[in-house]
């Protein structure tokens, strides 16, 4: 038997209970590629760096090129969907992220591979707003709350197994590989919603688009990334050295461009805000509703998201580090032991749902997030040059498990209230924010680790210099990462230099990480007096002909 679902003003839905769970599985999958090309290279940088002559910043680029563009267009393209359709805007998304995942794998040059990046982003920010929309749209009540935990779950676990998948692809062929493979992944997710979907039909909402609206939030989302990602070359304050944006000198001898992003950034926040209640108050079309901030659960679930992705990436970066340079982890170790978060993320994911009945779903999310922060603290204590896999294991599942609870219902309770009619500004505008917290959680933890790894060096050698400039030159490969092909510390300066290196990265591996977990902690703190909603009501449904499909 097939149903018809009234989903709100612009969309009608015809479509089949069985179609609808196929459609969830075509979705994870796209989702799976989405995080898995944000974490994949956190293992690859050995080898890329050599093969393609690129430096520092380039290595730094390869991942930030990516959340640029993909948080800076997320809103839009959410809107996009709203206007025109979330499966024409899914499956245009896909193949241009295919585009720039063909790009990636055939790239010859540092600056082919971050452009392809780019354009991978781009891709990213269409699909990933309609996936969302689209959950949000087929499903209702309890099946939504269980659809939620596998999409949430899915999320979870992909950006856990990148390294794990990199670090496979690394051993038995190349890099290129981890980009190429995504071909025939998405034309499988492509083939799956186009057939879950058919007959469906989604009217076009109101006409006319917000131009204007859509470049000042792009603009402006794009600048704080830039100053996040860049802050530590460039200088959060003062200017190092000479920096160069987008491949001018930059003219201030003393500022950085890292403060100017920030203070354009927030200027252009508050004209885009004044122009939408303009737009809005006369009855035009917008880029992003700002009425749903006045949902409470909507407001409070978008800061807990970019709190809680700040935390969760910025550890999921440098325990691969800490992996590979400290206990010479190879790519293929160092990703297996982070997937151990897919054990803890699965079961988080599936006990989520019944969870959500028993004791609600607000009460899940805080309790996940005290599952994340207390296993973020116990890797930190854990950090040390004689540790191993097994002491590090549970702390990991645990994290998984804080994982699979807050990814999978804090999207359903932060969407719950929101109008079906504005899912994809709403979906867009969580995936703006945990984009950014991703961006932040980089940033900002590789900051501390690398502040901590300076300081730490001045304190234990007479001459930390040349030791300071050998680590931060390889990404802290050259202190013992199996896959470095150039002389280690060890080798050039001793065992023992090499072993007080080893010790600092652990420390500061250590005290990022603490700093993650008091960031997860805030999460928590944003969602502490969240009441559970009231029980929703689904929408209307109408029984047709059992033979329709």
Do not use: H
Not at 191 to 213: M, P
Not at 221 to 242: D, E, H, R, T
Not at 504 to 518: C, R
Request: net charge neutral; hydrophobic share 55%; proline share 5%.
């Amino acid at each position: 038997m097939s149903e018809q679902s009234n989903a709100g003003p612009s969309d009608t839905v015809t479509i089949g209970d069985r179609r609808r769970w196929w459609l969830l599985g075509s979705l994870s999958v796209a989702m799976t590629m989405v995080m898995v090309d944000a974490t994949i290279l956190n293992v690859s940088v050995p080898q890329i760096g050599p093969e393609l002559g690129a430096r520092t910043s380039d290595v730094l680029w390869f991942n930030a090129m990516y959340s640029l563009v993909f948080a800076a267009l997320l809103i839009t393209m959410g809107r996009v969907g709203d206007r025109f359709g979330y499966r024409r805007l899914f499956v245009t998304g896909v193949l241009v992220f295919v585009a720039g995942s063909v790009g990636a794998a055939l790239a010859q040059s540092a600056e082919q591979l971050i452009a392809a990046r780019a354009g991978q982003g781009v891709g990213a920010a269409m699909f990933v707003p309609a996936t969302l929309a689209l959950v949000t749209l087929r499903f209702t009540g309890r099946e939504r709350a269980t659809a939620f935990a596998v999409w949430g779950g899915v999320i979870g676990v992909a950006a856990a197994i990148g390294p794990l998948f990199g670090g496979y692809i690394i051993e038995v062929a190349s890099w290129r590989w981890a980009f190429g493979i995504n071909v025939p992944i998405a034309m499988v997710t492509i083939a799956g919603v186009w057939w879950s979907t058919r007959g469906d039909g989604q009217k076009r909402g109101s006409a006319g688009f917000d131009l204007v609206g859509a470049a000042l939030v792009s603009v402006a989302v794009a600048l704080v990334v830039f100053g996040l990602i860049q802050g530590g070359s460039y200088g959060w304050w003062a200017a190092k050295g000479n920096p160069a944006v987008a491949g001018l000198d930059w003219p201030l001898a003393t500022v950085s461009p890292v403060p100017v992003a920030f203070v354009l950034a927030a200027l252009l926040t508050g004209l885009f805000i004044w122009w939408e209640k303009a737009r809005a108050t006369s009855g035009k079309p917008v880029v992003l509703d700002l009425t749903l901030f006045a949902i409470p659960a909507f407001t409070a679930g978008t800061l807990a998201g970019l709190v809680i992705m700040f935390g969760e990436f910025g550890m999921i970066l440098t325990l691969p580090l800490f992996l590979q340079n400290v206990l010479g982890y190879n790519a293929l170790q160092a990703g297996a032991c982070v997937a151990v978060v897919t054990a803890g993320g699965l079961s988080g994911a599936v006990t989520s749902a019944p969870l959500v009945r028993r004791i609600g779903a607000w009460s899940v999310v805080r309790w996940g997030l005290v599952a994340e922060a207390t296993a973020m603290v116990g890797l930190a204590w854990s950090y040390s040059p004689t540790t191993s896999a097994a002491l590090l294991a549970p702390w990991l599942v645990l994290f998984g498990i804080g994982i699979g609870f807050t990814n999978a219902q804090l999207l359903n309770v932060t969407l719950a209230q929101v109008p079906p009619a504005a899912s994809g500004q709403a979906s867009a505008t969580q995936s703006t924010t945990r984009q950014i917290g991703t961006a932040l959680g980089v940033a900002v933890l590789g900051v501390v680790l690398w502040a901590n790894v300076s300081t730490g060096l001045d304190a234990a050698l007479k001459d930390p210099g040349p030791v300071r400039n050998e680590i931060e030159s390889s990404i802290g490969a050259a202190i013992g990462s199996p896959d470095y092909d150039q002389p280690t510390i060890d080798d050039q300066f001793g065992q023992a230099t090499g072993d007080t290196a080893r010790t600092v990265f652990a420390d500061a591996t250590s005290t990022a990480t603490l700093v993650g977990a008091g960031f997860v902690a805030l999460a928590l703190l944003a969602v502490a007096r969240v009441k559970e909603p009231e029980p929703l009501v689904a929408p209307a449904r109408t029984t047709v002909t059992a033979g329709s499909k």
